[in-house]
C-alpha cells in the first residue's frame, strides 16, 4: 500500500495563510488523496480530497503536484478553530479501494 | 440526521472481561469501519466492511471480531478484554462517488484495567 509522510507539527499565526505538506512518493495512477481533520475530543472530519487537479471547497485548497508525489493542504486564513490533527490518506483503487489507513498526521497549533 | 451512531460512549472492564462496541449508521452506506486511536497517536484500522456480508481485516485485528450485521449496524466485539486494548475506538461509514467521504461516529472510550 501507498504510504503518506506528514511533518508531526506546525504552527501558525491567526489570520494566516498556512500550507500542511504531504509526501506521497509511491502514490499509483488510480490514487486519490484525501485530507481529513480531527479537532479535540472529536471524531475525524473530511476536508478535501482530489486526484490530479488542484480543488477548492468552502474549507480548504488542495495543491496536489504535478508528478503527484506530493500535495499541499491550504487554509487560506487560519483561525483558532482550525487547531487540530491533519491526516493526509491515499484511497486505491480496485481491492485497496476500500482499506483506508491513517498515519499519524500533523498537529496545527494555531497562535492567537 | 443521526449520521454514525457508537454506543456506549464510555466503558471500564476488567482483564478478561467481554464486550461488544455498537455502530449504525442511517445514511444507507455500503461500507464500514473501525478504528482504535491511542493517546497521542493517529488511528489505525482495525477490521472493514466493504458491503453487507462482508468483513475484512484492517492493520490491527487481533483480539477483535466483527459482525456486519445488515446494512446499518457493524459491531465490534472485545471478547477476552486486554489493558492493551484501552483505546478510542471510532466508527465510520463511507459514501461512495464523486463527493466520497468518511463519516465517523464521536467515539467510544474504553478503559481495560
Known amino acids: 500500500d501507498a504510504k503518506t509522510t506528514q511533518p508531526n507539527s506546525m504552527e501558525s499565526n491567526e489570520e494566516e495563510p498556512v500550507h500542511l505538506p504531504c509526501n506521497h512518493s509511491?502514490?499509483?495512477?488510480?490514487?486519490?488523496i484525501h485530507w481529513y481533520r480531527q479537532l479535540p475530543s472529536q471524531g475525524p472530519e473530511y476536508v478535501i480530497h482530489?486526484?490530479?487537479s488542484n480543488v477548492n471547497n468552502r474549507m480548504a485548497s488542495l495543491a496536489i503536484a504535478e508528478d503527484r508525489k506530493s500535495s499541499t493542504l491550504i487554509l487560506h486564513r487560519a483561525t483558532l478553530r482550525d487547531a487540530a490533527v491533519y491526516y493526509c490518506i491515499l484511497r486505491g483503487d480496485g481491492g485497496s479501494n476500500y482499506k483506508l489507513t491513517f498515519g499519524k498526521g500533523t498537529l496545527l497549533t494555531v497562535n492567537p | 440526521n443521526a449520521g454514525v451512531t457508537q454506543t456506549p460512549k464510555f466503558q471500564v472492564l476488567k482483564t478478561g472481561q467481554s464486550m461488544t462496541l455498537q455502530c449504525a449508521q442511517d445514511m444507507n452506506h455500503n461500507s464500514m469501519y473501525w478504528y482504535r486511536q491511542d493517546p497521542g497517536m493517529g488511528l489505525r484500522l482495525i477490521y472493514y466492511s466493504a458491503s453487507e456480508g462482508t468483513t475484512d481485516k484492517g492493520e490491527v485485528p487481533n483480539g477483535y471480531n466483527v459482525s456486519r450485521l445488515n446494512k446499518r449496524e457493524f459491531s465490534l466485539r472485545l471478547e477476552s478484554a486486554a489493558p492493551s486494548q484501552t483505546s478510542v475506538y471510532f466508527c465510520?461509514?463511507?459514501?461512495?462517488?464523486?463527493?466520497?467521504?468518511?463519516?465517523f461516529g464521536s467515539g467510544t472510550q474504553l478503559s481495560v484495567l
Open positions: 482530489g486526484l490530479t
Open positions: 465510520a461509514s463511507r459514501r461512495t462517488g464523486r463527493n466520497e467521504k468518511l463519516f
Open positions: 509511491t502514490i499509483s495512477g488510480t490514487d486519490y
